[in-house]
């Protein structure tokens, strides 16, 4: 989980055996003939962002322990990939139980890759009752009244396969533009 949070964020890891540090340096000066270890690479067409783009918030919130995952409809996942908050007329299906403020991976429901990750504003009974639905209907659906967003702008992280989704549409409209 560490090394995933960590290229996601454009860091490069190793993991190697703890009682023998001298083999990261084995690695950083090339000498890896007789290493055991996992590298962990960031693949230089991942790069999207740079390191210091990312707020320590954001950071935080794609480390976070997944509770559970939302898979969205295509239109929702197209809406998260232009960085738009989470509504639940785009949700699909709930699993997993979560609470108010924990991390869920968000789902392209067409591919089934993950594409964020966010922190939610209701509970996963909450989002599988007014899944479908827009947020006028909430009150009326659960008898009480919740905030119109299933996860805030501010709290969802795209993940790597959502960037290289937005690369490729990026490169369809320079295909289109020549």
């Not at 890759?113 to 966010?118: D, F, L, N």
């Amino acid at each position: 989980m560490a090394a995933r949070t960590a290229v996601s964020a454009g860091i490069e890891c190793i993991l190697t055996h703890g009682a023998k540090p001298e083999k990261v340096l084995d690695y950083l000066t090339g000498d890896t003939s007789d290493t055991l270890m996992t590298v962990f690479r960031v693949l230089p067409d991942s790069m999207r962002f740079v390191v210091s783009e990312m707020t320590w918030r954001r950071r935080w919130i794609l480390a976070l322990p997944l509770k559970g995952t939302l898979t969205l409809t295509a239109a929702a996942a197209n809406s998260i990939r232009n960085k738009r908050p989470l509504l639940a007329f785009g949700i699909c299906a709930v699993s997993g139980v979560f609470h108010r403020d924990e991390g869920v991976s968000l789902l392209d429901g067409d591919t089934g890759e993950e594409i964020a990750r966010a922190l939610v504003n209701m509970k996963s009974q909450e989002i599988d009752k007014v899944k479908g639905h827009s947020a006028n209907k909430f009150k009326k659906i659960l008898g009480y009244p919740v905030v119109s967003e299933v996860a805030f702008r501010e709290n969802i992280i795209l993940t790597t396969g959502a960037l290289a989704a937005l690369d490729s549409d990026q490169d369809d409209e320079q295909d289109d533009e020549d």
